[in-house]
């Protein structure tokens, strides 16, 4: 649930907790608005990530993942190799994530190739477990949603 921005404002002078879920166990808003603000931080990074290619970067030559189009002509052979190239990739560069997992999953969306599954715990107080969903294009595209 995103809030609108005004009520943002007013929570960050609200310090107090809101009851919240079944058993109204009282959370603070605060931390769940920072939360989903890092959920979407990390949705966006993770999408900049597995778009960026290999050697894109003299400063970091092995941020981003392999040129796609080899992994797309040799499927599905290149599967396996792929999905452990992204979860290397995003375990080596997205440090808010911890116990990252990469897995295959059939796409029926057109103009789709490659769907993916990326869960992972948020390395925070909570601790929560977090899904991504990852779409990779035939022109070489990616679209990372909440799943």
Sequence with gaps: MLL?????LILKDLGSPFPIGRRGSPIDRRILIRQEEMIEDIRSHLNFLLLCRQGSHKHLPD????????????????INDFIKAIQTTITRYEPRLNDVTVQFKPETEEDCVISVQILGKLVSDCANDVQFRGLFTSGGGVNIRNA
Excluded: H
């Design 4 to 8: 609108k921005f005004f009520e943002k």
């Design 63 to 78: 941020y981003g993942l392999p040129d796609i189009t080899q992994v797309y002509q040799n499927l599905p052979d290149s």
